[in-house]
């Protein structure tokens, strides 16, 4: 019988005590796959609409007791909810064979596209006989403690047990649960991406008995105080710009101090209003600096065939005509960015789950092992696309009890 040897995708990571007291400014929340971005903002029915996709023969719906609250010993610690999770059964060895169990580990969002979204897993499932489990991050989708969405995010007593620390001791506990289920020796790889994957990389080192090895795509795990350069990731989305054209690059550079300057002007937010097209008059001007700075790390981050937008929006900028000042050359980007929309900027949102949870999560998703601020520090003027002027201040530094 030909044997898998398991070694693939095993991360040893070390952990960073780490505290900060600067001020912050924001890394964009965007998902490891580039559709789905968009999906998660705009289309609150999109994940319903597969959910007659993911309950067929291949895909099955289970559902967990899961346990509120694993690290304190309150009356209401030990209250419960249903926690959702799927699982695959179609390439799975059986326990006699000591097949691995896949869990991909969800993060913000519901679950239900994740085994039509995430072919990886399933692509290399068939070579080691993997049977897949899917596991929905509490508070989204089904998971939701507390009855509903409103009671759970109602206040800080019940939206307290929405954190990191808490959502991989339910993956420990599901995965457990599968284990004694199904087969004890099958050995455990964890998957996530982007937030999910650093939840895969904190499960390894919280949970190492349970799982051998965890895959974190995207996962900006070393970014964090003293490791990684403050405006790493800025570096990276003003290197793809540069590469791509330097003259796009140097337009964009300008096109802070213009937006500022024509913003100080006496109805110079209306002007602006004007030329970018926006769906609503601004407000203020970090409005326009904020939608801009999206769009180029959107573009940098999901800068791939056949549309490459980063190489669209440079050429789009490169394009417009030297007489155009360095605003319409900057329009010239965002349209050929945005498409045949009738509005270009600050276009309405819906409130979905993920963009409601979020604005929580990303005050203590990093909170569960270290003090620790997954966040940039605001950068100088420096030679970064990223506007100077844009700040936020400082997010309080959470502690998880464990």
Not at 60 to 72: C, E, G
Not at 90 to 119: M, T, V
Request: proline letters at 5%; charged letters at 15%; aromatic letters at 12%.
């Amino acid at each position: 019988m030909e044997e898998h040897t398991l070694i693939f995708f095993i991360i040893i990571i070390s952990t960073y005590l780490i505290t900060s007291t600067h001020q912050l400014r924001v890394i964009p929340r965007l998902s490891p796959i580039a559709e789905w971005e968009t999906l998660l903002y705009n289309n609150n029915n999109y994940f319903a609409s597969l959910s007659s996709a993911i309950d067929d023969d291949d895909v099955k719906t289970f559902y967990y007791k899961q346990t509120l609250d694993h690290f304190n010993y309150r009356t209401e610690s030990y209250e419960t909810f249903e926690q959702r999770y799927l699982m695959n059964f179609k390439y799975w060895g059986g326990a006699n064979s000591n097949a691995p169990i896949f869990a991909y580990l969800g993060a913000e969002a519901p679950i239900d596209g994740s085994p039509q979204g995430l072919g990886f897993i399933t692509d290399i499932a068939a070579s080691f006989n993997a049977l897949l489990v899917y596991i929905e991050h509490r508070y989204y989708g089904k998971s939701v403690p507390f009855g509903s969405r409103e009671e759970a995010l109602k206040n800080a007593s019940s939206i307290g047990y929405f954190n990191s620390a808490q959502a991989i001791a339910d993956y420990a506990e599901i995965i457990m649960h599968i284990k004694n289920t199904y087969s004890q020796k099958s050995p455990v790889i964890v998957f996530g991406g982007s937030y999910g994957g650093m939840l895969a990389s904190w499960f390894r080192l919280k949970y190492p008995h349970v799982a051998i090895g965890a895959l974190a795509s995207s996962a900006p795990i070393l970014y964090f105080d003293d490791i990684t350069p403050h405006d790493g990731y800025y570096s990276v989305v003003s290197r793809d710009f540069r590469e791509a054209s330097e003259t796009c690059y140097e337009t964009i550079l300008k096109s802070w101090s213009q937006i500022e300057r024509v913003a100080s002007q006496p109805d110079g937010l209306s002007i602006l209003s004007h030329k970018f097209n926006t769906c609503y008059p601004l407000n203020k001007s970090s409005d326009l600096v904020s939608y801009l700075e999206s769009m180029y790390t959107s573009a940098a981050q999901y800068n791939h065939p056949p549309t490459y937008p980063v190489t669209m929006i440079c050429n789009a900028i490169d394009g417009a005509s030297s007489e155009n000042d360095t605003l319409n050359k900057i329009y010239a980007g965002v349209v050929a960015f945005r498409g045949n929309s009738t509005c270009k900027v600050n276009a309405p949102q819906n409130v979905t789950e993920t963009s409601q949870g979020w604005r929580w999560q990303e005050m203590i998703q990093c909170s569960h092992l270290i003090h620790i601020v997954l966040r940039a520090l605001p950068m100088a003027a420096s030679n970064n696309l990223v506007s100077p002027l844009a700040r936020i201040g400082s997010l309080p530094i959470m502690e998880a009890k464990i």
